[in-house]
């Protein structure tokens, strides 16, 4: 069984800051990618940053020179810091976690940017 804790979300005014966190738990081995989606009311899933094990990372553009992810292997745990914040980041945050044979998914937290 494999568990995924996150935390983090808030609601915060516009220009603000959040970091995010994820750990992962259980029987879960060889974790290659580390990640983090959003989901916003009427819309999609998408990829908002993840990084592999050998740090390599990707952004979607919308976020990118504002949000930064970073992982502790040692103990399963992937972080999203997010500067600058817009109304436009509103959304259910979800993290995900791949080996090179399954994905897991967190449970969501929600991140709401308002003034």
């Known amino acids: 069984q494999v568990q995924l804790v996150e935390s983090g979300g808030d609601l915060v005014q516009p220009g603000e800051s959040l970091r995010l966190s994820c750990t992962a738990s259980?029987?879960?081995?060889?974790?290659?990618?580390m990640g983090w989606y959003r989901q916003a009311p009427g819309k999609e899933r998408e990829l908002v940053a993840r990084?592999?094990?050998?740090?390599?990372?990707n952004y979607a553009g919308s976020v990118k020179g504002r949000f930064t992810i970073s992982r502790d292997n040692a103990n399963n745990t992937v972080y999203l810091h997010m500067n600058s914040l817009k109304p436009g980041d509103t959304a259910v945050y979800y993290c995900?976690?791949?080996?090179?044979?399954?994905?897991?998914w967190g449970q969501g937290t929600q991140v709401t940017v308002s003034s």
């Open positions: 259980g029987n879960i081995f060889s974790i290659n990618y």
């Open positions: 990084i592999s094990s050998g740090d390599s990372t």
């Open positions: 995900r976690v791949s080996t090179p044979y399954d994905a897991y």
